[in-house]
């Protein structure tokens, strides 16, 4: 008791130490709290309830995650795609992100910013992804269907964003080139404020070649740039829905391209099924949770 008394004291005490710095944090932990903990939690505590927007929310325990795992197959389907397309478009995108920076750090400065922007561009251009609307066109005036009955591959045009069979891998290459957007700029920022000292002071300890000074020293002193890159790429990964419902349509032909999100923006958006919607969403953050926390774990060790 009297151990808890002292820490009481002491965090008091620090507190009032500090007090300057919690009042110049306070508006930022403020708005945090306001828009995005409360909403979190919020939407947590509603996947426990049906609400229909109608009618006051109605406490009905687990029956939402229940019907969701078990009765919902378009879910099944929904996860099954979102796991695959995240597992495809993560790692590929994060990889091709710091190898392209990699690269462009090394070339002067103006030709750099001009291929930095090259690369940048598809990510802040809005809905510049539909111009793969016209590449993958179901008739034979689509680029990519006219290229290849020119050259005999086929004799009649393919349907390329409405057959099953091609929509999820459409939507994944789509996704890989509007991939180079943020997590791009923060390698590149990331490279050049590594400190060039520590490539001399390698030299000298033994490092031998590009490989060796990538591993001990670039990652290593790029660790705050790889995570912020690590949690933007696994966000987009896991979120994708714009692109999937603007090339294929919502919903598309037998789920193929349906996503998570997907299919939230169908119970909450269409049907106003709130509760739904929110065990939906609570699964979605859990699983973006877990894979930042595997992430963290993994970059820990860049460098060892």
Not at 230 to 238: E, K
Not at 293 to 299: A, F, I, N, R, S
């Amino acid at each position: 008791m009297v151990s808890m008394k002292k820490k009481v004291n002491y965090t008091l005490n620090e507190v009032k130490k500090n007090k300057h710095c919690y009042v110049l944090i306070a508006p930022y932990f403020i708005i945090f709290f306001i828009f995005t903990a409360l909403p979190v939690i919020t939407s947590l505590l509603m996947s426990f309830t049906y609400f229909n927007m109608l009618e006051p929310p109605r406490w009905i325990g687990w029956d939402n995650y229940a019907r969701l795992f078990v009765k919902d197959d378009v879910f099944l389907i929904a996860v099954k795609n979102t796991f695959l397309f995240a597992a495809i478009t993560g790692p590929l995108s994060y990889i091709a992100c710091f190898i392209l920076g990699w690269l462009i750090n090394e070339l002067p400065p103006k030709i750099r910013s001009f291929i930095t922007l090259v690369f940048y561009a598809p990510s802040i251009s809005g809905s510049a992804f539909v111009i793969w609307k016209f590449l993958f066109s179901g008739d034979a005036h689509g680029y990519i269907n006219a290229f290849l009955m020119k050259n005999g591959i086929i004799a009649e045009p393919i349907q390329w964003l409405t057959d099953p069979k091609y929509m999820l891998a459409i939507v994944i290459i789509v996704q890989l080139w509007l991939s180079l957007g943020t997590s791009f700029l923060a390698f590149i920022a990331g490279l050049q404020n590594v400190d060039k000292t520590l490539y001399e002071a390698g030299a000298v300890d033994g490092i031998k070649n590009r490989w060796q000074e990538l591993w001990f020293i670039t990652l290593p002193s790029m660790r705050p740039q790889l995570m912020f890159g690590a949690v933007m790429q696994i966000t987009a990964s896991f979120a994708v829905a714009d692109v999937a419902t603007n090339l294929v349509g919502f919903p598309s032909t037998k789920y193929a391209a349906h996503t998570i999100v997907t299919h939230l923006m169908d119970y909450g958006s269409i049907r106003f099924e709130m509760g739904y919607a929110c065990a939906i969403a609570t699964v979605l953050f859990t699983i973006m949770l877990l894979s930042n926390l595997v992430v963290q774990k993994l970059l820990r060790k860049v460098g060892e």
